[in-house]
DNA sequence: ACTAAGTCGATTATCTAAGTCGACAATTCA
DNA sequence: TGAATTGTCGACTTAGATAATCGACTTAGT
């Protein structure tokens, strides 16, 4: 039961695009750079998240990535979705037809009651709310640093 | 981010020995054969869970294997712990010495409310449950098939 | 045109889970 | 005692998924 590194670096570089929102367009190198992915999986990482409709793409010479929706919109259920694919933690939650014991099976709620709550989780958090995180954890480690 | 077959024939198997405590020993064949795991593969998922302290085994002819406590005793945490080993959903939560940005890394705080979230469903449900739940199920399906 | 970006599909590599097998140890029973 | 039965253990194989790279392509700016 181990997250995808698909999902770990995925949601990094989502909130790296969201950190640099005011600067324009982002640069996949950039993002590549500051979150040490190599660029070419990078590009693999966002490919799902553009076709989701969370990130705008240009293409060409000055071209980048930013996000297409506020951030305060963006639900991490809907990233983590994205970049894992739609399968859940076990098959036969999501698709009842996979196992014929299905309907009676109490080890399958057990699942879905597991599902159930990391889906809660991703649901009450969005980007925004990690960028706030973040800077409220950077402006703390500043103050100390300056002290 | 699937969990293993591991966890989902392991806690079967348990709870079929949990369904089956009256009748003393079961042997893993039984097992194997109403829950359609190898035998051989069976054994190995037992193994984790004698040396748990959660079954206790019993070698030689009419040998097989019984749970080693009560059912509502046993937690449903203890058992995928054992199951799936002591890793969780991401390395970091649970050594964060793995990566240096764990101290400030927000992203590790959504992992770790995730990963919380799991574990607290399955704190909260023994054995014991899944053996009451089976056997309510077992009677609708009986009521309604007389009907 | 030329360069700088993202896009896409094919491919490879690496790893781990899944499952099998054979030898062994313990226990019962004849 | 010895043969049958049952769990134990570790080595091995396989299969499949994930991770990651690469090269050819498209699009846009200058």
């Known amino acids: 039961m181990k997250l995808s590194t698909r999902a770990r670096y995925g949601l990094r570089a989502l909130l790296d695009l969201a950190l640099h929102q005011g600067e324009g367009l982002v640069q996949l190198k950039w993002i590549a750079l500051r ?7 990078l590009e ?3 490919r ?3 076709a989701g409709g969370l990130v705008k793409s240009v293409r060409g010479a000055r071209g980048g990535v930013t996000l297409y929706k506020p951030a305060s919109e963006i639900r991490l259920r ?3 979705r994205l970049l894992e694919g739609p399968t859940g933690l076990v098959e ?18 057990v699942w879905s009651a597991m599902e ?3 889906v809660g989780v991703l649901d009450s958090m969005t980007l925004q709310d990690l960028v706030q995180r973040e800077e409220t954890k950077r402006q703390a480690a500043m103050e100390t640093y300056c002290i």
């Open 35 to 41: 979150q040490q992915i190599s660029l070419p999986y």
């Open 44 to 46: 693999h990482l966002i």
């Open 48 to 50: 799902p998240l553009v």
């Open 116 to 118: 159930e709550a990391m």
């Open 78 to 80: 809907e990233v983590i």
């Open 92 to 109: 036969c939650v999501d698709n009842p037809a996979t196992c014929e014991r299905s309907a009676v099976c109490v080890v399958r709620d």
